[in-house]
């Protein structure tokens, strides 16, 4: 069993940044895919970043350029450093542990809203 912790959202203006954590506790992450996803208001839940346990990443399309995944396997914490944001970005952030295909974990979230 994996919980996952996610911090650092919060209220910024356009252009603004912030770093988002994700804090793992009950089993080490390092072998788990690591994704942060998004959901707006009225849209569905959609994947921003994810990297695997070997580095490997991949970014949606909107973010890339602005936004940079990463992992300490030390702290067992997976960050999203998200810089250039804009009031598009403005969701409830969520980490999402993977392991195989059928055993995978979320967060409860973590809001970013971004001001015009």
């Known amino acids: 069993q994996v919980q996952l912790v996610e911090s650092g959202g919060g209220l910024v203006h356009t252009g603004g940044s912030l770093r988002l954590s994700c804090a793992a506790s009950?089993?080490?992450?390092?072998?788990?895919?690591m994704a942060w996803y998004r959901q707006a208001p009225g849209k569905s839940r959609e994947l921003v970043a994810s990297i695997t346990s070997s580095g490997s990443t991949i970014y949606a399309d909107s973010v890339k350029g602005r936004f940079t995944i990463s992992r300490d396997n030390a702290k067992n914490t997976v960050y999203l450093q998200m810089n250039s944001l804009g009031p598009e970005d403005t969701a409830v952030y969520y980490c999402k542990a993977s392991f195989g295909l059928s055993t995978y974990y979320w967060g409860q979230g973590t809001q970013v809203t971004v001001s015009s």
């Open positions: 009950g089993s080490l992450l390092s072998t788990y895919r």
